[in-house]
């Protein structure tokens, strides 16, 4: 039997020294479910045995229950001794900046700190711009030095790239990545290996269901699967292949486990933790019921060979991909969540922007530029069912969003273009033609495979030309028509 070593930690961001196993505060929310309480200062005294093991680093956020509560309790008594990194997931749609500063100033007052260690951002709608508006406010009070450094949670390799490049100071992202959801691995881990972005890896252990608990056992009843986690990792497990695959994963991380003496879920998290890019992985914990800390322990007591990897990777080509791109769980169907929909998370989902109806029955979709003014234009129109779109380009305010990445451009430009078709009953599976229009000749092939990733299933008929644009800033700008089924 292989013995615990300590627990590595890694620089997150200067200053920012981070466990490499992070204790995620998830599970106070389900422990609070149905009205329950919980004693704040019994869960807080439970951080205690985490800490002397080396795991320092929590991770919360403003919708985890009581959890920032109990990080706050535990940090008045040991000053200095956790790092805190919590979320803040506002409701869709505009944010005025008092109430990003208020919702920043309300967690360090629950956290009782001066400054947020690391504040992990979410955005429910990217055709919605206000998204971007929302992520330089909160950059400004980082300056401010409330918030020490900024990351994204649920993010895609698109939309990082698109805020790196429009040069909004992020540190992280944190996404779900394990042997069950894959997708990481296809784009974003590498990009973040490239760009120095640590990935923060979340549901390495599926909620439970990468665990010996299951290995062997007769497939449950899906509709009383327990915890909010273990719901909703069901649905990624359904989506994967279900039981069956299931089971010849968990057979293969058993094989591999038993040869290092150690837990399905120790060979689970490590073969994520190994992953290019990752920073770390976050194991939940239930604070004041259970812990975990020796079998977490345990995962930097061995290393995954050649053919280890080679045994998971061959179980791991069995499972059907989890669709889409990191994040997409809570922006497409299918909804990966634990009601399958986003009810419990949204009641509604504002449209980005203004439409105006006109006698002659057309509806006007306006973005309130000085352009649709002085130009006499509407950012799109629809008339019956037909809807055309503008010459848009990565304009957000007055500012360039994504910088001289002509990729980053193109992908802000067809959000746009998404949030005037959302606004006026429509969606980007509803354009026939695109065009495309680039300043440079030679970003042709960048901005056509940015195209592609967004409208890869749609195929619309397309045109690409180079052409002198309207100001030197932008690379590209593209228009669209669309036909609503009705």
């Given amino acids: 039997m292989t013995t615990a070593s300590p627990i590595p930690r890694i620089d997150l961001a200067p200053g920012l020294s981070i466990s490499r196993v992070l204790t995620g505060l998830w599970q106070l929310a389900d422990m609070e479910r149905d009205g329950r309480g919980i004693d704040l200062e019994r869960a807080a005294s439970a951080m205690q045995p985490y800490v002397e093991a080396g795991l320092t680093t929590f991770d919360m956020a403003d919708h985890y229950g009581s959890a920032e509560l109990v990080a706050g309790i535990f940090r008045s008594r040991h000053?200095?001794?956790?790092?805190?990194?919590?979320?803040?997931?506002?409701?869709?749609?505009?944010?005025?900046?008092?109430?990003?500063?208020?919702?920043?100033?309300?967690?360090?007052?629950?956290?009782?700190?001066?400054?947020?260690?690391?504040?992990?951002?979410?955005?429910?709608?990217?055709?919605?711009?206000?998204?971007?508006?929302?992520?330089?406010?909160?950059?400004?009070?980082?300056?401010?030095?409330?918030?020490?450094?900024?990351?994204?949670?649920?993010?895609?390799?698109?939309?990082?790239?698109?805020?790196?490049?429009?040069?909004?100071?992020?540190?992280?992202?944190?996404?779900s990545f394990s042997l069950l959801d894959q997708r990481?691995?296809?784009?974003?881990?590498?990009?973040?290996?490239?760009?120095?972005?640590?990935?923060?890896?979340?549901?390495?252990?599926?909620?439970?269901?990468?665990?010996?608990?299951?290995?062997?056992?007769?497939?449950?009843?899906?509709?009383?699967?327990g915890t909010w986690s273990m719901m909703k990792y069901g649905r990624f497990l359904r989506v994967a292949g279900g039981w069956q695959a299931l089971q010849r994963l968990l057979g293969a991380a058993r094989q591999v486990g038993d040869r290092h003496g150690?837990?399905?879920?120790?060979?689970?998290t490590r073969y994520i933790l190994d992953q290019p890019g990752v920073a770390g992985v976050i194991v939940g914990a239930r604070l004041g019921e259970r812990a975990h800390v020796d079998d977490t322990l345990r995962l930097f007591s061995f290393s995954l060979s050649d053919a280890d990897r080679a045994e998971l990777g061959e179980a791991l080509r069995t499972l059907q991909p989890i669709p889409g791109d990191c994040g997409d769980e809570y922006r497409t169907a299918p909804f990966l969540t634990a009601s399958g929909d986003l009810s419990h998370h949204l009641q509604s989902m504002p449209a980005p922007f203004e439409t105006v109806s006109a006698a002659d029955g057309r509806m006007r979709c306006l973005t309130g530029t000085i352009w649709e003014t002085v130009a006499g234009f509407a950012r799109a129109v629809r008339h019956g069912r037909h809807i055309?779109?503008?010459?848009?380009?990565?304009?957000?305010?007055?500012?360039?969003?994504?910088?001289?990445?002509?990729?980053a451009q193109t992908h802000f430009a067809i959000d746009k273009v998404a949030g005037a078709l959302q606004s006026l009953g429509a969606s980007l599976g509803d354009v026939v033609r695109t065009r495309v229009y680039v300043r440079h000749v030679r970003d042709w092939e960048a901005v056509a495979r940015a195209h592609g990733e967004r409208f890869g299933r749609i195929q619309p008929a397309n045109t690409l030309v180079g052409a002198e644009l309207v100001g030197d800033e932008y690379l590209v700008e593209i228009e669209a028509d669309a036909i609503v089924d009705v």
């Fill in 262 to 268: 150690v837990s399905i879920a120790n060979i689970a």
């Fill in 388 to 407: 055309a779109v503008s010459g848009t380009t990565a304009t957000l305010g007055d500012r360039v969003i994504g910088g001289q990445d002509a990729a």
């Fill in 184 to 225: 990481a691995a296809a784009g974003l881990a590498p990009y973040c290996a490239a760009a120095g972005i640590g990935l923060l890896a979340y549901g390495t252990v599926a909620g439970g269901w990468l665990t010996e608990r299951w290995l062997g056992q007769p497939e449950p009843d899906w509709e009383q699967t």
């Fill in 79 to 175: 000053s200095g001794a956790v790092q805190c990194l919590t979320k803040w997931v506002p409701k869709p749609g505009r944010v005025p900046e008092a109430d990003a500063r208020a919702a920043v100033e309300r967690a360090l007052g629950r956290l009782r700190a001066e400054s947020i260690d690391l504040l992990q951002y979410h955005a429910w709608n990217y055709a919605d711009p206000s998204w971007l508006e929302t992520l330089y406010h909160l950059q400004d009070l980082k300056r401010e030095g409330l918030i020490r450094h900024l990351g994204l949670t649920n993010v895609d390799t698109a939309h990082l790239r698109m805020v790196k490049a429009s040069g909004i100071e992020v540190v992280s992202n944190q996404v």
